[in-house]
């Protein structure tokens, strides 16, 4: 009697395209994951600072606890962690869900181009209002970025 593979082992052997672009978008999400983890552990209070580079223009501790680090009454970090975890579950239900793969694709897709565009607002914030760098955030957005490649191939027709 043949055994009856599981869902997990189904998603790990698909060699599709299309899966190896959500692995791609789901291994910058779990990138992002451990970034804005130390990020929200810091405006959590659990850290009181982060190493940063040198310099005066690089501050974490003022980037992450200023107003701009606010969105809808909680730090962003938390929120961005959510953002990553969504991403990842969306990958892998784009893989495993075949027929509805499509709808999550594009689902997938609008969440990646949304957290980009978040990224890109935050950055320039940054730079132009509280003239300070976060060398997380600024990682963060480099991880945001380079998730736009892969879902554009997979949502593309």
Same mark, same amino acid.
């Given at each position: 009697? /043949?055994?009856?593979?599981?869902?997990?082992?189904?998603?790990? /052997?698909? /060699?599709?395209?299309?899966?190896?672009?959500?692995?791609?978008?789901?291994?910058?999400?779990?990138?992002?994951?451990?970034?804005?983890?130390?990020?929200?552990?810091?405006?959590?209070?659990?850290?009181?600072?982060?190493?940063?580079?040198?310099?005066?223009?690089? #501050?974490?501790?003022?980037? #992450?606890?200023?107003?701009?680090?606010?969105?809808?009454?909680?730090?962003?970090?938390?929120?961005?962690?959510?953002?990553?975890?969504?991403?990842?579950?969306?990958?892998?239900?784009?893989?495993?869900? /075949?027929?509805?793969?499509?709808?999550?694709?594009?689902?997938?897709?609008?969440?990646?181009?949304?957290?980009?565009?978040?990224?890109?607002?935050?950055?320039?914030?940054?730079?132009?209002?509280?003239?300070?760098?976060?060398?997380?955030?600024?990682?963060?957005?480099?991880? #945001?970025?380079?998730?736009?490649?892969?879902?554009?191939?997979?949502?593309?027709?």
């Amino acid at each position: 009697m /043949k055994k009856k593979k599981s869902v997990i082992d189904k998603v790990r /052997k698909d /060699k599709s395209t299309k899966t190896a672009y959500r692995r791609s978008i789901a291994a910058s999400a779990a990138a992002g994951l451990v970034d804005f983890s130390l990020i929200s552990l810091l405006q959590l209070g659990y850290f009181r600072k982060l190493p940063d580079f040198p310099g005066k223009v690089f #501050n974490t501790v003022k980037v #992450n606890t200023s107003k701009d680090a606010v969105m809808l009454g909680m730090p962003d970090g938390v929120i961005s962690l959510g953002g990553y975890a969504v991403t990842m579950l969306l990958a892998v239900a784009g893989a495993r869900f /075949k027929k509805r793969s499509r709808v999550l694709d594009l689902v997938l897709g609008a969440v990646v181009l949304g957290q980009a565009a978040g990224a890109a607002q935050y950055l320039y914030k940054m730079a132009f209002v509280q003239k300070r760098i976060c060398v997380y955030c600024v990682a963060g957005a480099v991880i #945001n970025f380079a998730s736009l490649k892969p879902a554009y191939h997979l949502i593309r027709k």
